[in-house]
């Protein structure tokens, strides 16, 4: 996964996630009226219900518990980030974003949930982050 | 039988006992009554009817020589039960609605200490019933 760095701050990962997929992205229209790109890191709080979005969401799940992964001599510490996408405009959908995922990250695949006549298209990463550090 | 062989074949023996391990500790997550719901009851398990339950399909993959198996749920709402939904339709105050996730895959896989455990037992186990041959 090439969006995350060891420690890296939530804005680093948002900024990478911009980097890579802001031009297919829609917005959030805030209670104020203010607009941002349909970015969200869930965190402490998820997405605020009051917010609008309109086009293609992509929210980044809670940063995930390092896992050590093993090694001689060495920690190998793997972090599972799970990245979910979801089309809002039903005359849109995520071959694009697709696409993009795809270029970034060619041994992901993702869970696509066509959109229905209930729900709205979805696709969902599971991103493996394995990171080399030295032990203390 | 050569060293070398018996070890491929051990490897091949765990790594089956391994994937049926992990595909009955997948079944035991839908089974818990762990998954947060809106509504009581909650927590809950992920059973309604049982399909979900029933539609693992476990399967090596196609090269011999890869430690490689798939785990498929084949029930058609698989996805939107494991990763979550938004409905099209929002409630009565124009409010989105949606179906929480319940990723069961996801406990299991980030027993990672366990699930290396598990393989190197029954590694030794096939190593010792092949020692002598």
């Known amino acids: 996964m090439t969006i995350s760095v060891l420690g890296a701050t939530v804005p680093q990962l948002r900024q990478g996630l911009l980097d890579l997929f802001g031009s297919e992205l829609g917005v959030y229209t805030l209670p104020n009226g203010s607009t941002q790109p349909a970015l969200y890191v869930v965190g402490a709080q998820q997405v605020p219900p009051d917010w609008r979005v309109s086009g293609i969401e992509c929210v980044l799940l809670n940063p995930p518990p390092f896992q050590n992964l093993g090694g001689v001599g060495m920690l190998i510490a793997n972090r599972l980030w799970t990245l979910q996408f979801r089309c809002y405009d039903t005359t849109d959908d995520l071959s694009a974003i697709q696409l993009l995922a795809f270029r970034a990250w060619p041994w992901a695949t993702p869970r696509r949930l066509p959109a229905t006549d209930d729900t709205y298209e979805q696709l969902t990463y599971e991103l493996s982050d394995p990171v080399l550090i030295t032990p203390l | ?133």
């Open chain 2, 1 to 133: 039988m050569p060293l070398d062989l018996r070890i491929d074949d051990a490897l091949n023996e765990a790594w089956d006992d391994f994937s049926a391990y992990v595909g009955r500790r997948f079944t035991k997550e839908i089974t818990d009554e762990k998954w947060e719901w809106p509504r009581e009851p909650s927590p809950r398990d992920i059973v309604d009817t049982g399909n979900l339950r029933r539609s693992l399909r476990i399967t090596r993959g196609l090269n011999p020589n890869q430690l490689e198996t798939y785990f498929d749920w084949t029930a058609p709402y698989a996805a939107t039960v494991h990763d979550g939904a938004v409905y099209k339709a929002t409630d009565a105050e124009g409010n989105a609605r949606t179906m929480p996730a319940r990723p069961w895959t996801r406990p299991v896989l980030y027993d990672r200490a366990t699930l290396a455990r598990y393989f190197q037992a029954r590694f030794a186990l096939a190593m010792r019933r092949r020692a002598g041959q």
